[in-house]
């Protein structure tokens, strides 16, 4: 069955770093589109980051641009996220996702495109 199992979150202060990763299973890794999503307390989750199937392009919202690196190696199923110059606004389980490259651009980090979740990890930067 299909399997992602996110890792790295944790504490840190703000303007500290975390990497958080993903390793995927159960279904050809390399036909899906990856992203990363968030879900603050309180608020509806949102994509931060995406990444097209061969680790480019890559996409990012707004608030994350320039801080956060998403990147991908197809070989091990594995999916990274590189977060810099972290906030408290950057608080949240973060999520990774799958789907279908098939269906159409990567390019959208639309939360229902998404078919494969895995269960979350938590990041909390304090001020």
């Known amino acids: 069955q299909v399997q992602l199992v996110e890792s790295g979150g944790g504490s840190v202060q703000a303007g500290g770093s975390l990497r958080l990763s993903c390793v995927a299973s159960?279904?050809?890794?390399?036909?899906?589109?990856m992203g990363w999503f968030r879900q603050a307390p309180g608020k509806e989750r949102e994509g931060v980051a995406g990444?097209?199937?061969?680790?480019?392009?890559?996409y990012y919202a707004d608030s994350v641009k320039g801080r956060f690196t998403v990147s991908r190696d197809n070989g091990k199923n594995t999916l990274d996220l590189h977060m810099n110059s972290l906030s408290a606004e950057d608080t949240g389980m973060y999520y990774c996702?799958?789907?279908?490259?098939?269906?159409?651009?990567?390019?959208?980090?639309?939360?229902?495109?998404?078919?494969?979740w895995g269960q979350g990890t938590q990041v909390t930067v304090s001020s």
């Open positions: 159960g279904y050809t890794y390399s036909n899906y589109c």
């Open positions: 990444i097209d199937t061969r680790g480019v392009p890559t």
């Open positions: 996702a799958a789907r279908y490259r098939g269906w159409g651009s990567c390019s959208t980090l639309w939360e229902a495109h998404f078919g494969y």
